[in-house]
C-alpha cells in the first residue's frame, strides 16, 4: 500500500476547469520523484493490454504507457505530432497522408522504433480484426507503407479529413514488432513494450497498474511527476473512501452522484478534497439485437422509445449530474440535435400502446436488460432499475435485468447474446463522426451488425471529404435522423467530466485531453499555497 507522510492543509475548493486554468497559479515540486507515485483511482480497469484488441476504457492505459504518430498537447483540439516530426496530407483530395518520425525513437525495451513498426503496429490491427475491435476505425484505409526507417504513407481508399483524429486515438499504439505478432494477439502476461511516457513497472488485473517514468521516451509530454499509480476499484464507494483516506491522490471516472453532491455540500466546510467540473461528451445509450426476436422488431423499439423518461433518470438517479440526451451526437459538437424528442415528445404509455397495438402486438413483450457491474459507476444498476420501473409501469413490457462484469459483459454482446444491452462511449475525438461512425456498418464497436447504408455509403464518406467540420452539418443531421428511424441505439444521458482530487495535486484541470483520457504526466504535487 502507498502511504506518503505529509501534512495536508484542511481546505475545501470546488471550481470549473476554465477557473482554474485562468485563475489558479501554483508551484509544482522541483523534484517529480521526492514523495513517491502519484495514485489515481478509476472504477475503468483494462479489459486488455494489447491494443489491436480495445476499443474501450483501456485506452486511458494505453496513453500513457504506449506513443502514437499524433497525439493531443495541453489546450491542443487537433491531433499534433508526438512520436512523428510532422504528418499531413500530400495530395488535395485528403487520400494520402504522410509523416516522418522523430530522430532515434526506441521502445522501452531498448528495441528500435521505425517505420516499420509503425506499418507492422497498423497492419496488425486490421489482421487480427477482433470482433469489435479497432479495425473498424481504419475502414478508409487501403494500404500503409514505410519507403525509408522514418517515413510511413498511408493511401486510403476514400477522402477521409478525420484519418488524423483516428491516428491519435490509443488504438493505434506503436507497438514492437518482436514483441507483438502480426497475426495474433500478445499473450496478455501482465507486461507490456512501448514507448509512452510511462512504462508499465508492474500490472495486476483489475487491482492496479504501476507507471515509472520512461527514460527513453521522445515525444511533446512534459513530465510533471516521476510515477503513477493507478488503482482500480469495483464501485464509487470504495474509491471515495479510498480518497478520503488518503490511499488515493485523485479520483477519475465512475464517481457516485451522491459523492459529487457531497462535494459541492461541503464547499464551505473543512475538506482535503478539491471538485474539478468540466464539460463532458461521453453518453450513455442502449442497444437493441436484431436477431433478438421482441428487440428485432421496430415497434417494440419504438415503443420503449416512446416511454423512457430520461428527464427522470438523470435527476432521480444521477442527481442532475447528468443531462438527458435525445441524439447519439451530444451537446456542444457541431452538427447535434435533438431527433428522440423531436419525434417522440414527452414520454407517454398511451403512444406506446398505439404503436405495439398498430403492429398486432397486444400482450406484455417480454425484454431482458443487460449491463455491466464494474464499468461506468455504481448508478448503472439504480439507472436499469428505473428502466424497468417506467417500462413496466406502462403495463406493456415484461422487463428481465440481467449482469455481468465488464470482461465477460463484453464477450457476451460480441457473441450477440443480449437483446438489448447499456453501453457507455467515451470519444475517440471530439467530432459528430465519431458518434455515428463507430456504431454502423458490418463492423463497428458493439459487435452488433447495423447495415445503414446510406450513412456508410454516403453521409459520411460525404462529411469526410470536407476538412472544414462545421461545412458537414447537413450530412450529419440527416445521419441522426436515420438513427432515430431505425432506433436501433437509443441515447439516453450526456455526462459532465468530475475529477476529485486532493488538495495539494496540481494538473487535473489540465490532464484531460479532447477525448476526455487522462494524460497522467500532467499531475504533480504542490509544494507551495
Keep these: 500500500m502507498f502511504n506518503r507522510n505529509r501534512c495536508l492543509r484542511r481546505v475545501a475548493a470546488i471550481a470549473s476547469i476554465t477557473s482554474l486554468v485562468t485563475g489558479c497559479g501554483v508551484l509544482a515540486s522541483d523534484s517529480a520523484d521526492d514523495e513517491g507515485p502519484i495514485v489515481v483511482g478509476s472504477t475503468s480497469s483494462p479489459s486488455t493490454l494489447d491494443p489491436a484488441a480495445s476499443w474501450d ?10 506513443q502514437t504518430l499524433l497525439s493531443y498537447p495541453v489546450g491542443a483540439t487537433t491531433p499534433q505530432p508526438d512520436a512523428a ?69 498511408f493511401y486510403l481508399n476514400k477522402p477521409d479529413a478525420t484519418f488524423p483524429f483516428v491516428l491519435a486515438t490509443p488504438a493505434m499504439s506503436i507497438v514492437d514488432p518482436d514483441a507483438y505478432p502480426a497475426d495474433a494477439l500478445r499473450q496478455d502476461d ?3 513494450v512501448g514507448s509512452g511516457p510511462y512504462t508499465l513497472s508492474s500490472y495486476e488485473e483489475g487491482e492496479q497498474a504501476e507507471l515509472v517514468r520512461n ?9 510533471k511527476n516521476g510515477a503513477v499509480t493507478i488503482r482500480y476499484f469495483q464501485d464509487s464507494a470504495g474509491m471515495v473512501e479510498a480518497l478520503r483516506d488518503e490511499q488515493v491522490d485523485l479520483t477519475y471516472r465512475g464517481m457516485a452522484a451522491d459523492d459529487i453532491i457531497d462535494f459541492e455540500g461541503r464547499a464551505a466546510k473543512e475538506e482535503d478534497v478539491q471538485l474539478i467540473d468540466g464539460t463532458g461528451t461521453d453518453i450513455s445509450y442502449l442497444v437493441f439485437n436484431p436477431k433478438d426476436p421482441w428487440a428485432g422488431k421496430k415497434a417494440v423499439r419504438r415503443a420503449v422509445a416512446q416511454i423512457v423518461d430520461r428527464a427522470a433518470i ?14 447519439m451526437v451530444p451537446k456542444g459538437l457541431t452538427g447535434h440535435t435533438t431527433g428522440f424528442f423531436d419525434d417522440y415528445g414527452e414520454p407517454s404509455a398511451a403512444k406506446a400502446r ?37 417500462l413496466e409501469k406502462s403495463g406493456l413490457f415484461d422487463i428481465t435485468l440481467k449482469s455481468r462484469p465488464w470482461k465477460t459483459y463484453v464477450e457476451g454482446y460480441q457473441k450477440g447474446e443480449y437483446p438489448v444491452f447499456g453501453r457507455g462511449w467515451f470519444p475517440d475525438f471530439p467530432d459528430a463522426d ?51 428511424d431505425d432506433v436501433r441505439l437509443l441515447p439516453l444521458w450526456q455526462g459532465r467530466q468530475y475529477v476529485a482530487a486532493s488538495r495539494d495535486i496540481s494538473g487535473a484541470e489540465r490532464a484531460l485531453d479532447p477525448s476526455t483520457i487522462m494524460m497522467m504526466w500532467e499531475l504533480s504535487r504542490k509544494t507551495s499555497w
Design 314 to 327: 438523470a435527476h432521480k438517479v444521477y442527481k442532475d449530474t447528468v443531462d438527458p440526451l435525445y441524439s
Design 215 to 223: 527514460d527513453r521516451y521522445k515525444g511533446f509530454a512534459e513530465r
Design 85 to 153: 516530426k510532422s504528418c499531413g496530407f500530400s495530395d488535395s483530395s485528403n487520400q494520402v497522408f504522410r509523416c516522418e518520425l522523430r530522430e532515434g525513437l526506441t521502445f522501452s525495451d531498448g528495441g528500435t522504433l521505425d517505420a516499420k513498426a509503425v506499418k507492422h503496429s497498423i497492419d496488425r490491427i486490421r489482421t487480427i480484426n477482433v470482433n469489435g475491435g479497432p479495425a473498424g476505425l481504419l475502414g478508409s484505409l487501403e494500404r500503409v507503407q514505410a519507403p525509408n526507417e522514418r517515413e510511413i504513407v
Design 354 to 390: 398505439q404503436i405495439l397495438t398498430e403492429a398486432g402486438i397486444t400482450e406484455p413483450v417480454p425484454l431482458t436488460f443487460w449491463y455491466t457491474t464494474d464499468r461506468y459507476g455504481s448508478e448503472t444498476a439504480h439507472e436499469f432499475k428505473e428502466l424497468e420501473r417506467q
Design 434 to 484: 465519431n458518434f455515428i461512425a463507430p456504431f454502423v456498418g458490418e463492423q463497428n464497436a458493439l459487435g452488433t451488425p447495423y447495415d445503414a447504408s446510406r450513412i456508410t455509403n454516403d453521409l459520411l464518406p460525404s462529411s469526410r471529404r470536407e476538412s472544414d467540420r462545421g461545412n458537414v452539418v447537413k450530412q450529419f443531421e440527416e445521419a441522426q435522423q436515420i438513427l432515430v
Design 190 to 192: 501482465g507486461s507490456v
Design 57 to 66: 476504457s483501456s485506452w486511458e492505459l494505453f496513453r500513457n504507457i504506449y
